[in-house]
């Protein structure tokens, strides 16, 4: 494919085309014995309980700081495994194209998710590619299947949470929906925000390694933000949260860009965090094992799961009054992932 090639219709035809922008492009960058048998469905083996997920990606714009729709689509779908205590074993990819992409920034894309892939670290085992006419697609949508083992013998879900869990988030908020919101071009003044992307699994099997069975709870805080979360896990258990606002971690950057636009940093998405409820008991090895890692250095304690208003999340200002958290009602920032 010569400089400047663009996506035809005939790329989705299913004959040569096809099978060029899939030698050319997508073997080339994801290259790996399962996926170079080109075979229609991929065998994975796998000893224990398998976990399996599916997230599509229509972020606007396809590029940001920290990131862009490739690393998107292997974070999103490793993490949502991870949630699962699953340590990933391999991803399906589906691109829908826009006729008249550019080739070289769908190498590029596919360069990115191929990295995101080694870091996890997982294989992109199979996919599938199909083009739309112009103006169809906005460039480019991809979603990523995930399939993964669980490695742990205990459940990890909102339903083994108990009264007294001490909940822990790994690191700062509002990062990635801010980065996404400026890289928009809608602001006339500059954001130092770096998308937070980062594909997950390290980290939660840091900290099931240190934790054991004392980790009873992981969701990474992506679309409506960690007040979702926290809100979902209240409603769920049937249990109060109390959070101490002093000790959410948000960058200087953030705080002044939420002050300025009048965002609740709670209620942004987030592409490399994850909440954990933790036992009291193993708290602070899970918090140190954290920690331990670049993607959680920033992490912190934020409050504890309580028997006292069941089905709330009550936050606790820097000025000894509480306020409810909610989950935020409607799209508060449209195609973030």
């Not at 400026?182 to 934790?211: I, K, M, N, Y």
Request: aromatic share 4%.
């Amino acid at each position: 494919m010569s400089d400047g090639a663009r996506i035809l219709l005939g790329h989705g035809s299913g004959g040569r085309l096809y099978r060029d922008l899939v030698r050319d492009v997508f073997l080339a960058h994801f290259d790996n014995p399962v996926l170079a048998r080109l075979d229609d469905a991929a065998a994975l083996v796998a000893a224990g309980r398998i976990a399996l997920t599916t997230d599509a990606h229509v972020v606007q714009p396809l590029v940001f700081a920290g990131g862009d729709i490739g690393r998107l689509a292997v974070a999103g779908t490793v993490n949502d495994l991870a949630t699962a205590a699953a340590r990933p074993l391999g991803l399906a990819a589906a691109f829908v194209i826009e006729e008249g992409f550019e080739m070289a920034r769908l190498h590029e894309i596919c360069a990115s998710m191929a990295a995101t892939a080694a870091e996890a670290p997982v294989a992109i085992v199979t996919g599938d590619t199909k083009v739309v006419q112009r103006g169809a697609a906005d460039g480019l949508f991809i979603t990523t299947t995930g399939v993964g083992e669980i490695v742990v013998d205990h459940e990890v879900a909102a339903a083994a949470a108990v009264a007294g869990d001490v909940l822990l988030l790994s690191g700062t908020l509002g990062d990635h929906a801010l980065a996404v919101l400026a890289a928009r071009g809608d602001f006339h003044f500059t954001l130092d925000v770096q998308s937070d992307c980062a594909p997950l699994w390290g980290l939660v099997e840091a900290a099931l390694a240190a934790g054991g069975t004392t980790v009873h709870f992981l969701r990474d805080p992506t679309r409506g933000g960690l007040a979702t979360v926290l809100a979902e896990l209240a409603e769920e258990t049937g249990l109060g949260i109390d959070v101490d606002e002093d000790a959410l971690p948000v960058s200087a950057a953030v705080r002044s860009a939420c002050s300025l636009l009048g965002y609740d940093p709670l209620a942004l998405a987030n592409e490399g965090k994850m909440v954990l409820a933790v036992a009291p008991e193993g708290a602070e090895a899970v918090l140190g094992a954290l920690r331990g890692r670049t993607e959680g250095a920033r992490a912190a304690r934020i409050g504890t799961l309580v028997a006292q208003h069941p089905g709330r999340v009550a936050l606790r200002t820097p000025y000894g009054t509480r306020r409810v958290v909610d989950m935020p009602v409607g799209e508060l920032l449209p195609r973030i992932c």
